[in-house]
C-alpha cells in the first residue's frame, strides 16, 4: 500500500509538470502546418482561363509579367517612420527631431518628383518579429510561426511553395548577396551568392560593406533578373544602439546612398522593391508583437509607371489549408468561404459585363478585402499569437509543483509522517477531472485536453499545497523550506539563472561540466573540512594533538581524493566528445562523434574500432566486476546467468555490427544482402536481448545464492594428498592440523546424524547488495541499446558515464552518514549532483538542445528501409538524444542505496590491519556484520519515505530547471534569440524532463520490485522451513569474496582460520 | 587576542593592497604600452613578484624574531628550497585543476599556468610565509576548528576569497559582450586579484567584529 501509494504520488507530481509545461506550451509555441503543394504554371488557380492570361509570352507563367527584372532591397528591421521625413508634420504638436527622421531622403525626393512611379506602404509584419521567420513569410507569402510542424526538423529550408523556387522554376536566375540566413532557408537556390554570417551582432558594417562590394559589379555584369541585397546593418545597429542613437543616422544615410545610387541604375524593365522584415522597439529588439515592431516599410519604384491594372486575389490558400488543418474556428471558415464565392460570382459577372460597373467594382474590392482580412485573422487566430494568461498559468502551475515537491520532500524526512494522506490529492485530480470533463461534454462545448488537465492539476494542487503550508507553517519558520546547504542552493541559483541568458545556454556544455567539477571539489573540500578526508593521524602531528575527528573516519582520505581526482578526469574526458550548437563560429566540433564509416583511411578506422571493441569488452568486465565483488554473479538465478552469457553475446552482437556498419560498403558484391541483412538483424537481436534481460529481471529479481544444510556447515577441509614422510617440522604442523580438523568434523556429522534435531540453517549470499545489484544489471540493459543507437566512438562515453556515476556514488556515500534506525535521507548535493551529470552527459554524448544537432542517422538503425516519420523511429531518435536523461533518472534510486552498499568496506579496513590478524582470529564474531541493504528493509517505513524523498529531490531539481527554461522563454520572448536559442531550449528541457521523470518512476518501481520479491523469498523460506517443522535460522552474508570461498562460518570457533572480510552474520527472521 | 594584534593584521594588510596597487601604476612609468589588459602577462609576473616580494617582507619583519631559535643556514636554505618545491607544486597543481575545470589543454598553457602562478601567490606563498612548508599545518588551518591565531584565521579568509574570487571570475567568459577583459584568463586573474583585495580588507574587519566569539586554543 505505501509503495503504491508513493508510486501514485509521484506519478500524480509529474502529471502537475506535465500539464504546467501543456499549458504553458500551448501559450508559447506557435505551430502550424506545413503545406508541401506547389503551383505549376500549367495549372491555373481557378476555373476556366485567367482574363489577364500570358497570351504565349516567353517567361510568362499565369500572367504576363508586367516587369522584366526586379531588385528586392531587404533593410532588416527598416522600421515605417524610419522613411518618414525629418520633421514630423503632426499639426498642432512641435516639430520634433530624431536620429533615424529623414535620413532616407531618396524616398521622398522621388515620391515628390514621380508620383506616379514611386509607392510607400506601411506594411503589417507578423508576429514572432524574427528575421528567418519574417523571411519565410516573405517568400511563402504565409504568415510566420515558430514550429512548422510536418517537414524535417534537421535543416531550416522551406519546403512550402516560395517566390524563390517559382522564379527558378520559370527560369530566372536569382542572385542573392548578404544575410546567410538565406542559406539556411534555400540551399542552392540562387545561381549566384555572396553570403555572410548574421552571427555577430556587435557588427554593424561587415555584412554592409560585402554586399556593396558585390552590388554594383553584378549590377552592371546583366547576369540577373531577379536581385536580392539584405542588409544588416540597420537591424544591429538597433541591437547595438537602439533607433535614437547617432550611429542610426550613419547607417540610415548609408543605406540612402544605396538606394539612390540603385535608383539611378535601373532600367525601364526593372521595379525595385525596398522593404523592411520588421521593426524594431524603442530599445532597438524585435521579436514580439508590439506596434513598433509591426510596423516596416515598403517602398516600390519603377522607372515606368506602376499599376495599371488591378492585381487579382485567390483563395486557394485557405482552401488548401483548412483542408489539412483541424484547429480553425467552422463557423468562421464557413462565413469566409460564403462571401468568397459571393465576391468570386460578383467579379464573373463583372467580368462577363464590364460596361458602366463603377460601383459592382468597388463592392468586389470591398468584399476581396474583407476575405483577406478575415483569413488572416483566423489564420493568427490558430497560430501566431502567445498566449500570456495560458503561459503566466503554466509557470505559476510548474512553481507551485516545485514548491510543492520541496514542502513533501520535507516533511517526508520526518519520522512520524503517513502515506495515506498522498493518495487523496490524485483522488481529488481524478474526481476534477471527471467532472471537468462532464460539465463540458454536457454543455456540448468542445473539449481542450490541456485546459481540462491543468483544471485538474489545479484543482488537485490546491487544497494540498494548502495543507502542507498549514502543516507547515504552524511549526517551523519559513527560512527552513531551504534546507540544502548554501553552497549547494548557490550552484542551483546559478544554474536557475544560467537559463536566462542566451549566451549561457549556447555555452551550457561547457557550463554544466564547469558546475559539476565545483560541486565535486566543493564535497572533497567538505569532507575534509569535516575532518573526514584525511585520517587523523595526519591532522594530529606531534605539535598539534588537540585536534579530535568529528566522526569516525570511514574512509581512507587518499581514497575519497582519489575518487574525486578521477571523477574530475572523467568529467573533462568526456568533455572531448563535444559538438557545438550551429551559430559560433569559433568552434569545432569533436571530430569522434561522426560514425566511423565516414572515416577514410583503412588504419586509422581499424584502430578506433579495435578501440570501440575495447571500451564495449571494459564496459563488460566492469558490470561483471563489481557483481562479483558483491558477489550477485554467484547466484543461480535467471538474470545472473543472463549477465553471465547474454552480455556478452550483446557486446559480440554490437561489436559485430559495428564492423559490419563501419565497413558495409568494402563487402564484396555476392555479400552484400547478407550484409544488409545483419546490418538489420543485429540491432534488433541485440535490442531483444536487452529486453529480454529486463524482462528476465523483473520477472526474478533476487540475486541471492541460497544454501541449506543441516546443522553447522562444515568447516572446510582441505587434506593435501600427502605421499611420504614428512621431510620437516613444518609439514607437521602442517598436517596434523588438518586431520584434527577433519577428525572432528566426522565426529560432529556422525553425532547430529544421531540427535537429527540440529537447527536447519540457511545461508544466503548477497542479500546485501540485493537492490543495487538489481539497478546496476537494469542500467546495464538499458545501456546496451542505447549505445548502439549512438555513433560507435561515443561508447567511450557511455563507459565514462558509469565510470563517473560510480566514483561519484563513492565519493558522495564517504559523506554521508547512514542513520542506523531512522530515517533515511538522500542530502541534496548527492541529488544536484547526479542532475548535473545527467545534463553534463547529454552535452557529452554529442547533443545540443538545437533541432539540426539531432542525431538524425539513430532512426535507421536496424531498419531496412528508410521509413517515414514513424513513431518507431521518432522513439530511436528520442531515446539517442534523451539517453543520459534515461540512465541517471532510472539510476538515481542508487543515491539511495550506495552508502549502505559501502558500509561493507569501513568494517573491512578496520579489520585487516597486519597486527589485529590474531585477535580477528580469536574473535571475530565480535565485530558486527555489515547489515548493508538489509537495514533498508528493516525499516519498511522509512526506506518508502526515503524513496519518495528521492524522488521529489530529484523532481525538484529537474522541475526549477524546466520552470527557469519556461521562465526565460516567456520573460524574453522579444529577445533576438528566442526563437535560436530559448524555444529550443525549453522544448528539449521539457522533453528531457517527461523522460526523465518517466525513468525516475521505473527506477523507484524497480527498487519496490525487488524489494517485493525479496519479501515473497523470505516468506518462502520461512513457510518452507516451518513446514519442515524445524527451528530455523538464517545467515546472510553480505560482500561477495566470501562467496568465492564458498561458505560462510556459522560457528567460528571451532575454525582455526581468520575470517573472511564482510562474511557472514545472522538476520532475525520474524516471519 | 589584543587590538594591537588586529591593528598589527590591518597594517600588513593594508600593505599588501598597497603593493598590488603599486604593480598596476608603477610598470607605467618604465614600459611603453603597459596595460593591466593588453600586456596582461606581464602585470602578471610584475604584480606576482610584488605580492611575493611584501609577504616576504611581512614575514622577515614580523616573525625574524620569533624563528630566530633555529638560524643554522643550511636549515635555512633547505627550507627556502623545500618553499620554492611547495610553490612550484602549487603551481602544477592549480594548472591541472584548471584543465580539469575545462580550460583549454594545449593552447594558451602560458595564460594559464601565469593564472596559476598568480593564484598561487596569492594562496600559496601566505600559507608558506606563515605555516612554512609543513603540509599538515595547511591542512589542519583549513578544517574546521583547525586556527590557532588571528594570522591564520585570516589566511584562511583571503585564501577562500582567493578561490572564491577566481571561480567568480569564470562566469563573464561565455557572455557575448565583447569585451576585451572576458578573455581567457584576464577575468579570471581579476576576480583573483579582487577576491584576494577583498579577502584583505574583509579579514581584520570580520576577526575585529568577531573578537569576543574567536577563542583560539593554543594561543
Redesign the interface.
Known amino acids: 500500500m505505501q509503495k503504491i501509494s508513493v508510486l501514485l504520488f509521484l506519478a500524480w507530481i509529474g502529471f502537475l509538470f506535465y500539464a504546467g509545461i501543456a499549458l504553458f506550451t500551448s501559450g508559447f509555441l506557435l505551430t502550424r502546418l506545413e503545406l508541401n503543394n506547389h503551383s505549376s504554371c500549367q495549372e491555373p488557380p481557378g476555373p476556366g482561363s485567367l482574363p489577364w492570361g500570358s497570351r504565349g509570352e516567353p517567361g510568362a507563367c499565369w500572367m504576363a509579367s508586367r516587369f522584366r527584372r526586379l531588385v528586392l532591397v531587404v533593410i532588416d528591421a527598416l522600421r515605417f517612420d524610419f522613411a518618414k521625413p525629418k520633421l514630423s508634420q503632426v499639426s498642432g504638436e512641435p516639430p520634433v527631431s530624431l536620429p533615424f527622421l529623414g535620413k532616407l531622403s531618396s524616398f521622398q525626393k522621388i515620391l515628390e518628383i514621380q508620383p506616379h512611379h514611386a509607392r510607400l506602404y506601411q506594411s503589417k509584419a507578423d508576429p514572432p518579429t524574427t528575421t528567418m521567420q519574417r523571411i519565410k513569410a516573405l517568400t511563402t507569402g504565409s504568415l510566420p510561426t515558430f514550429v512548422d510542424a510536418g517537414s524535417n526538423f534537421a535543416s531550416y529550408a522551406v519546403a512550402e511553395d516560395n517566390l524563390i523556387k517559382q522564379l527558378t522554376n520559370t527560369g530566372r536566375r536569382v542572385v542573392f548577396m548578404g544575410d546567410e540566413t538565406w542559406n539556411d532557408l534555400f540551399p542552392g537556390a540562387f545561381s549566384q551568392a555572396f553570403f555572410f554570417s548574421s552571427f555577430d ?2 557588427d554593424l558594417h561587415t555584412v554592409d560593406n560585402g554586399i556593396l562590394e558585390h552590388l554594383h559589379p553584378t549590377m552592371d555584369s546583366g547576369e540577373w533578373d531577379v536581385l536580392i541585397f539584405h542588409f544588416l546593418g540597420v537591424d544591429h545597429c538597433g541591437h547595438k544602439h537602439g533607433p535614437h542613437h547617432p550611429e542610426m543616422a550613419k547607417k540610415l544615410s548609408q543605406m540612402d546612398q544605396v538606394i539612390q545610387g540603385l535608383v539611378e541604375r535601373l532600367e525601364n524593365d526593372t521595379l525595385l522593391v525596398v522593404t523592411g522584415d520588421h521593426g524594431m522597439t524603442t530599445s532597438g529588439n524585435h521579436g514580439g508583437d508590439s506596434e513598433l515592431e509591426n510596423s516596416a516599410a515598403l517602398f516600390l519604384y519603377s522607372p515606368t509607371a506602376l499599376f495599371p491594372s488591378a492585381p487579382p486575389e485567390v483563395s486557394r490558400f485557405l482552401r488548401t489549408y483548412s483542408a489539412v488543418a483541424q484547429d480553425l474556428q467552422v463557423k468562421e471558415l464557413h462565413r469566409l468561404q460564403n462571401l468568397f464565392s459571393k465576391a468570386s460570382a460578383d467579379y464573373q459577372q463583372l467580368l462577363q459585363s464590364p460596361q458602366g460597373a463603377e460601383a459592382a467594382l468597388q463592392t468586389v474590392i470591398t468584399e476581396l478585402q474583407q476575405f483577406l482580412r478575415g483569413v488572416r485573422a483566423m489564420c493568427i487566430e490558430s497560430w501566431a499569437r502567445f498566449s500570456l494568461v495560458r503561459m503566466a498559468a503554466g509557470a505559476a502551475l510548474l512553481a507551485a509543483t516545485c514548491f510543492l515537491c520541496l514542502l513533501v520532500s520535507q516533511s517526508a524526512a520526518s519520522p512520524g509522517f503517513y502515506f495515506r494522506p498522498l493518495l487523496i490529492p490524485v483522488v481529488w485530480g481524478l474526481t476534477g477531472a471527471m467532472v471537468c470533463a462532464g460539465l463540458l461534454a454536457a454543455t456540448g462545448l468542445k473539449l481542450d485536453l490541456v485546459v481540462l488537465g491543468a483544471m485538474a492539476a489545479v484543482g488537485s494542487l490546491l487544497p494540498c499545497l494548502w495543507k502542507a503550508w498549514i502543516g507547515w507553517g504552524s511549526k517551523k519558520p519559513l527560512t527552513a523550506l531551504l534546507p540544502m546547504p548554501e553552497p549547494v542552493l548557490l550552484l542551483l541559483l ?1 544554474r536557475f539563472a544560467g537559463f536566462f ?4 545556454v ?2 551550457e556544455a ?2 554544466a ?2 558546475l559539476l ?2 560541486l565535486v ?1 566543493l564535497l572533497v573540500a567538505q569532507l ?4 573526514k578526508l ?1 585520517p587523523p593521524k ?2 594530529t ?1 606531534p605539535r ?1 594533538g ?2 579530535t575527528p ?1 566522526g569516525p573516519s570511514r574512509h581512507n582520505g587518499l581514497h575519497a581524493l582519489g575518487l574525486g581526482g578521477g571523477l ?2 572523467c ?2 574526458v568526456s ?1 572531448l566528445f563535444h559538438r557545438c550548437p550551429e551559430e559560433t563560429p569559433a568552434c569545432s566540433s569533436s571530430p569522434w562523434l561522426s560514425p566511423l564509416a565516414s572515416m577514410v583511411g583503412g588504419r586509422a578506422k581499424n584502430l578506433w574500432y579495435g578501440a570501440c571493441v575495447g571500451v564495449l569488452v571494459t564496459l563488460l568486465a566492469v558490470v561483471r566486476l563489481w557483481l562479483r565483488h558483491y558477489g550477485n554473479l554467484k547466484s543461480p538465478e535467471p538474470p545472473v546467468l543472463f549477465v553471465r552469457w547474454g552480455l556478452p553475446l550483446m557486446v559480440l552482437g554490437t561489436a559485430a555490427y559495428w564492423a559490419l556498419a563501419s565497413g558495409a560498403d568494402e563487402a564484396p558484391p555476392r555479400l552484400r544482402a547478407l550484409v544488409a541483412g545483419a546490418l538489420v538483424m543485429l540491432p534488433r537481436a541485440v535490442a531483444g536481448l536487452a529486453a529480454s534481460g529486463l524482462v528476465l529481471l523483473l520477472w526474478r529479481p533476487v540475486t541471492v545464492l541460497v544454501k541449506a544444510s543441516t546443522g553447522a556447515p562444515r568447516t572446510r577441509t582441505i587434506l593435501t594428498p600427502f605421499s611420504g614422510p614428512p621431510t620437516s617440522q613444518a609439514d607437521l604442523d602442517y598436517v596434523v592440523p588438518q586431520i584434527y580438523r577433519h577428525m572432528q568434523e566426522e565426529f560432529r556429522g556422525r553425532l547430529e546424524r544421531t540427535k537429527s534435531q540440529g537447527p536447519l540453517t540457511v545461508a544466503a549470499y548477497q542479500l546485501g547488495s540485493v537492490y543495487s545489484a538489481a539497478m546496476v544489471t537494469a542500467l546495464t540493459f538499458l545501456a546496451f541499446p542505447l549505445l548502439l543507437l549512438h555513433a560507435e566512438r561515443i561508447s567511450f562515453v557511455f563507459l565514462l558515464l558509469f565510470l563517473q556515476s560510480f566514483l561519484l556514488l563513492h565519493l558522495l556515500a564517504a559523506g554521508i552518514p547512514i542513520t542506523t534506525p531512522g530515517p533515511f535521507t538522500v542530502p541534496w548535493q548527492a541529488v544536484s549532483a547526479w542532475a548535473f551529470m545527467a545534463t553534463q552527459t547529454f552535452y557529452s554524448t554529442g547533443h545540443q538542445p538545437v533541432f539540426p544537432a539531432i542525431h538524425w542517422h539513430a532512426a535507421f538503425v536496424g531498419v531496412s528501409e528508410v521509413p517515414g516519420f514513424t513513431w518507431l523511429s521518432a522513439l530511436m531518435v528520442g531515446a539517442n538524444t534523451f539517453a543520459s536523461h534515461l540512465l541517471f533518472a532510472v539510476g538515481c534510486p542508487l543515491l539511495l542505496l550506495w552508502p549502505f552498499l559501502c558500509e561493507s568496506q569501513g568494517p573491512r579496513k578496520r579489520r585487516q590491519p597486519p597486527g589485529n590478524e590474531a585477535e580477528a582470529r580469536v574473535r571475530p564474531e565480535e565485530e558486527e556484520e555489515p547489515l548493508m541493504e538489509m537495514r533498508l528493509r528493516d525499516a519498511p517505513h522509512h526506506f518508502n519515505a526515503a524513496l519518495l524523498q528521492l524522488g521529489l529531490k530529484y523532481l525538484f531539481v529537474l522541475g526549477i530547471q524546466i520552470l527557469a527554461s519556461a521562465l526565460a522563454a516567456s520573460i524574453l520572448r522579444r529577445h533576438l534569440m528566442v526563437w535560436k536559442v530559448f524555444a529550443p531550449k525549453f522544448i528539449f528541457e521539457a522533453i528531457g524532463f517527461i523522460v526523465s521523470s518517466v525513468g525516475l518512476c521505473l527506477g523507484i518501481a524497480l527498487v519496490m520490485r525487488v524489494d517485493g520479491a525479496v519479501s515473497s523469498w523470505f516468506r518462502q523460506l520461512v513457510l518452507s522451513h516451518q513446514r519442515a517443522g524445524e527451528q530455523s535460522s538464517l545467515v546472510y552474508t553480505g560482500a561477495g569474496s566470501s562467496a568465492r570461498e564458498a561458505q560462510p562460518h556459522l560457528l567460528p570457533s571451532c575454525s582455526q582460520e581468520p575470517l573472511a572480510p564482510g562474511t557472514s552474520s545472522f538476520y532475525n527472521l520474524k516471519p | 587576542m589584543k587590538d594591537t594584534d588586529i591593528k598589527r593584521l590591518l597594517y600588513a594588510h593594508l600593505l599588501c593592497i598597497f603593493s598590488i596597487i603599486l604593480s598596476i601604476f608603477i610598470p607605467s612609468f618604465f614600459l611603453e604600452n603597459f596595460s593591466i589588459l593588453e600586456t596582461h602577462l606581464t602585470w602578471l609576473c610584475i604584480c606576482s613578484v610584488f605580492v611575493t616580494a611584501v609577504n616576504l617582507i611581512l614575514y622577515l619583519v614580523v616573525k625574524s624574531n620569533v624563528s630566530s631559535k633555529r638560524s643554522s643556514l643550511s636549515y635555512k636554505v633547505t627550507r627556502f628550497l623545500k618553499c620554492c618545491i611547495y610553490l612550484l607544486m602549487s603551481c602544477f597543481s592549480f594548472h591541472v585543476i584548471f584543465v580539469l575545470y575545462g580550460a583549454p589543454l594545449i593552447e594558451l598553457v602560458l595564460e594559464t599556468f601565469l593564472l596559476a602562478v598568480i593564484l598561487s601567490t596569492f594562496t600559496t606563498v601566505p600559507c608558506l610565509c606563515l605555516l612554512g612548508p609543513n603540509f599538515k599545518a595547511w591542512l589542519r588551518v583549513f578544517s574546521r576548528n583547525g586556527v590557532t591565531s588571528i594570522w591564520e584565521n585570516s589566511l584562511q579568509i583571503t585564501t577562500i576569497s582567493s578561490f572564491i574570487g577566481t571561480w567568480l571570475g569564470a562566469f563573464p567568459i561565455p557572455l557575448d559582450w565583447g569585451r576585451p577583459w572576458q578573455e581567457w584568463p584576464i577575468s579570471c586573474t581579476l576576480g583573483a586579484t579582487f577576491g584576494y583585495v577583498a579577502g584583505l580588507v574583509i579579514s581584520p574587519l570580520w576577526i575585529y567584529w568577531n573578537r569576543k566569539k574567536l577563542t583560539y586554543k593554543s594561543n
Open positions: 551582432v556587435r546559478i541568458s542566451d549566451s549561457f549556447i555555452a561547457r557550463a561540466p564547469f567539477v565545483s571539489l575534509h573540512w569535516e575532518g584525511l595526519l591532522l602531528g598539534f588537540f585536534l568529528t574530475l578526469l568529467i573533462r568533455g
